[in-house]
């Protein structure tokens, strides 16, 4: 029989579709013996999974709840095939992007910071400040107090699952959707990442939605960040090393632009770091997957995979193939 190991931290009902004729067996990351397993679903957060590891025997398929799966292979070697969960975050994950943008241009961090101060007053600080990060001097009437997503141009960096999802999400704003992937195809027309220079200028949104690779690393960086338009937003929804952080918080710090993070590098923001006070910036602790449904959709991903495997099919999310 199957021997399947699951986070104990997990409500077991969530393991009801699951393939009856394997033995489930719950893992604490405070295991202090040595369990036989054939098949490893690890604890979503990786500092749990990485203590239970050690103690893990036999291991064939990990079957990540996660999209991402960065650290999996160092950890369990590669003489283990590793599936991660494909398309079990791309709504969540497409949620957060999309109230990341509408905070920002709806400027919801400084309404915030107003409702604490109980200074309605406070509303004509706004005017001013949409002028400062954007460069948009006009005497304008009625006093701008807030922006439109509907008409700006977005660049997607990133068009897998959830790249297509957030896209999804924007089509009702009726604005211009320019696409960036590993390599360049059509229909819809999506540019490769060579071209990503060239497009920057001609965005007022742009959201990254990558995975983290060596490729990808830094892959937005001071010069990126000085192509970007004045007043421009950077939502950064994928990994925080695909940005330089210490050329982001310049950027931020002289007005160029503003952000909304739900990742950061480093992970997790330390106290005191200068990200935390940087103007027009919206930060979020890596929460963009954390919803109700979010162990239930990734384990019935893991359900099929297991499925697949256990009759001997191709799986369908590998990233990474036992050799």
């Known amino acids: 029989m199957l021997r399947v190991g699951y986070p104990a931290t997990v409500a077991a009902e969530l393991f009801n579709d699951f393939p009856k004729d394997i033995e489930l067996i719950a893992i604490s990351d405070k295991l202090d013996h040595d369990i036989e397993i054939d098949v490893w679903i ?22 990540a709840m996660m999209a991402g799966t960065e650290w999996i292979p160092g950890v369990v070697g590669p003489h283990v095939t590793i599936c991660n969960a494909h398309g079990a975050h791309n709504i969540s994950t497409a949620e957060w992007t999309l109230s990341a ?88 027309r999506v540019h490769a990442v060579s071209d990503l220079d060239s497009l920057l200028p001609q965005a007022q949104v742009v959201v990254l939605i990558l995975p983290r690779t060596k490729e990808s690393y830094h892959l937005i960086g001071s010069q990126q960040l000085a192509l970007m338009q004045q007043g421009a937003l950077l939502v950064n929804a994928a990994r925080g090393p695909i940005v330089d952080t210490d050329a982001l918080v310049a950027a931020l710090q002289s007005g160029r632009i503003r952000a909304a993070l739900d990742v950061t590098d480093p992970e997790p923001l330390p106290e005191g770091h200068p990200l935390w006070s940087c103007p027009n910036v919206l930060i979020t602790p890596h929460v963009g997957g954390s919803t109700p449904q979010f162990a239930p959709r990734s ?4 359900a099929g995979e297991l499925r697949r495997y256990m009759r001997g099919e191709s799986l369908q999310n590998v990233v990474q193939k036992a050799i």
């Open 42 to 63: 690890p604890d979503p957060y990786s500092t749990r999974a990485m203590r239970a590891w050690p103690h893990l025997r036999g291991v064939k398929l990990v079957l």
């Open 299 to 302: 384990l019935r991903t893991a």
């Open 101 to 188: 943008i509408l905070a920002m241009l709806k400027h919801l961090p400084f309404y915030c910071d107003l409702q604490s101060s109980q200074k309605w007053t406070r509303r004509f600080e706004m005017p001013a400040r949409y002028a400062a990060i954007t460069g948009d001097t006009r005497p304008l009437y009625p006093p701008v107090m807030q922006e439109e997503l509907t008409g700006k141009t977005v660049l997607l960096v990133g068009y897998g699952a959830i790249g297509k999802e957030i896209e999804r999400m924007l089509t009702p704003f009726d604005l211009k959707m320019l696409r960036v992937a590993r390599s360049a195809r059509d229909n819809p």
